[in-house]
């Protein structure tokens, strides 16, 4: 999945929930992070790096 395509995901469920909700806040700042990434860009799995 592109990162443009999950931004557009989670824009479409911040709309679900009340201004005053802070899981719309949550919402937000994740889109706003992922915008700063390129947009075609593949969504890779996290990997944690071990110690």
């Known amino acids: 999945m592109k990162i443009g395509e999950i931004v557009e995901i ?14 719309k806040q949550a919402i937000e700042e ?6 700063k990434l390129p947009r075609m860009e593949e969504a890779r799995e996290y990997e944690p790096v071990k110690n």
Not at 10 to 23: A, G, N, W
């Open 10 to 23: 989670l824009i479409r469920v911040k709309d679900d929930y009340s201004y005053t909700d802070y899981r």
């Open 30 to 35: 994740a889109c706003n992070l992922l915008d």
